[in-house]
T-cell receptor, first 114, second 112 residues
Framework: GAGVSQSPSNKVTEKGKDVELRCDPI?????LYWYRQRLGQGLEFLIY????????KSGLPSDRFSAERTGESVSTLTIQRTQQEDSAVYLC????????????FGPGTRLTVL | EDQVTQSPEALRLQEGESSSLNCSYT??????LFWYRQDPGKGPEFLFT???AGEEKEKERLKATLTKKESFLHITAPKPEDSATYLC?????????????FGTGTQLKVEL
């Protein structure tokens, strides 16, 4: 079956612009996670959605970062007024309710802020 | 503070030369130890989940083991296609969900 998909695969933007990244989870997966992977660093948790519950936003690095998810479908991660330190690969993962511990990752969006 | 440390950072093996990758962790409330494989330009690919000390899981040339403080990923008779970065992560007990804390990975290169 189809895995997690993310778009765009690459995004180059200028400092100060807003960007929107999209994640399509595996169908039927109730949990969705966003992570950030900076060069040479481990993946960092950003935000977690589970069904209609309030999201866990504890990993968002600043108020320039926000994310939305409608029900159990797609999610968008928005970064406002991008800075050069936002350059990274942004990864989305989803997991099913029946095996809620294992997360399946998408290919990521590589964001470059000039 | 929850921490995950992987060693070595990089490993170069000859085809058929078995070895082990280490993942040591300190975490309050472990909810699973995860191994992923990541190829360049791609997202992490799930390999194993371990939940309790003494547990072992195998898949082809890979075997993962878990103790109370560390996990090992044993690679037996590796092939060039096993070349990748191997990531270890721990799941943290929270009110809901399973936030993963990742190590920085071991970059494995298997040569002919």
């Amino acid at each position: 079956g189809a895995g997690v998909s993310q778009s765009p695969s690459n995004k180059v933007t200028e400092k100060g612009k807003d960007v929107e990244l999209r994640c399509d989870p595996i169908s039927g997966h109730t949990a969705l996670y966003w992570y950030r992977q900076r060069l040479g660093q481990g993946l960092e948790f950003l935000i977690y959605f589970q069904g209609n519950s309030a999201p866990d936003k504890s990993g968002l690095p600043s108020d320039r970062f926000s994310a939305e998810r409608t029900g159990e479908s797609v999610s968008t991660l928005t970064i406002q007024r991008t800075q050069q330190e936002d350059s990274a690969v942004y990864l989305c993962a989803s997991s099913p309710l029946t095996s809620s511990d294992t997360q399946y990752f998408g290919p990521g969006t590589r964001l470059t802020v000039l | 503070e929850d921490q995950v440390t992987q060693s070595p950072e990089a490993l170069r093996l000859q085809e058929g030369e078995s070895s082990s990758l280490n993942c040591s962790y300190t975490v309050s409330g472990l909810r699973g130890l995860f191994w992923y494989r990541q190829d360049p330009g791609k997202g992490p690919e799930f390999l194993f989940t371990l939940y309790s000390a003494g547990e072992e899981k195998e898949k082809e040339r890979l075997k993962a083991t878990l103790t109370k403080k560390e996990s090992f990923l044993h690679i037996t008779a590796p092939k060039p296609e096993d070349s990748a970065t191997y990531l270890c992560a721990v799941g943290i007990l929270t009110g809901g969900g399973n936030k993963l804390t990742f190590g920085t990975g071991t970059q494995l290169k298997v040569e002919l």
